[in-house]
């Protein structure tokens, strides 16, 4: 957990833009953007995935999933439209063990499910 590079963040070993923090979530821009708008959002305390969240949790998911909406908003992609992914595991192409959140927008994403 120690080398995770999203730990490192919130430990401030490594020095990124922070764009948003509270006492459950941090957001910042994802290094290798997908789409113009590409911001990550992490919960300030270590869950590996969506997996391991107990119900003590909910609060912090639904602080991330509410920071993800007031950040579509202050980047201008709410009306445009926007993606939230959260990926879990090999499958999903989960490739950072910590819980995080992208919000994806600026372009037309493509349809993911239909
Ligand atoms: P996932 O495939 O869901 O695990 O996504 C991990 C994401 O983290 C990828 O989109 C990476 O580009 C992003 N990422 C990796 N390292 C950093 C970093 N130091 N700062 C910001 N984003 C990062």
Redesign the pocket.
Known sequence: MKNN??SK?INNE?K?KIIYKDKYVTA???????SPI?I?IIPNIYIKNLNYIIKDNIIILGRMLFIASKLAKKYKINKSGYRV???CNKN?????NYL?L?ILGGCYLGDIIN
Do not use: E, L, R, S
Not at 28 to 34: A, L, Q, S
Not at 92 to 96: D, R, S
């Open positions: 590079i999203f963040i490594i990124v910042f821009n994802d290094i290798n953007p997908k590409h990550i992914v959260i990926n999903a192409g989960q490739k950072i995080h992208h």
